[in-house]
């Protein structure tokens, strides 16, 4: 497992560099990761963005969908839905759980928990992945 997470993070996309997503776990059904939100992550009311809490979620949705992936395939998000039901703020660390729904030839579907420190449901987003088989 240790090598799979090396060579997802070395991977890892610019913009989950930018929010600071910590990927803690990745096997081929389960990926776990934690973010710390920062002030500058706030929708002006003090609460973290809506859009951070999704692209976080897509991230994981789609490292999911990577690990499962035939050789020479690549993937892309065709559609992600997102039920909030509790805020973060700056400071806190939101952790991530993203599990399989659905794991087909041309679609995958993830669904993805975020909760905070004290295990409190914040939202879950369900994503389809499309399969982009390999080119030739």
């Avoid at 890892?12 to 776990?25: D, I, T």
């Avoid at 050789?71 to 952790?95: C, H, L, W, Y």
């Amino acid at each position: 497992m240790t090598e799979l997470i090396d060579k997802l993070r070395s991977n890892e996309p610019p913009f989950m560099k930018l929010l600071g997503a910590e990927l803690v776990s990745a096997t081929l059904d389960r990926i776990e990761a934690r973010l710390r939100v920062r002030e500058d992550m706030g929708n002006g009311s003090g609460i973290t963005h809506g859009g951070v809490y999704m692209s976080f979620a897509d991230y994981l949705g789609a490292i999911g969908t990577v690990v499962n992936l035939p050789k020479g395939a690549r993937t892309t998000t065709m559609e992600s839905k997102t039920n909030f039901f509790r805020p973060a703020k700056a400071g806190d660390v939101i952790t991530g759980v993203s599990t399989p729904m659905h794991k087909g030839r041309r679609t995958m579907v993830w669904q993805t928990r975020l909760t905070g420190e004290d295990g409190k449901l914040l939202a879950v987003i369900t994503q389809t992945q499309m399969v982009i088989p390999k080119e030739g």
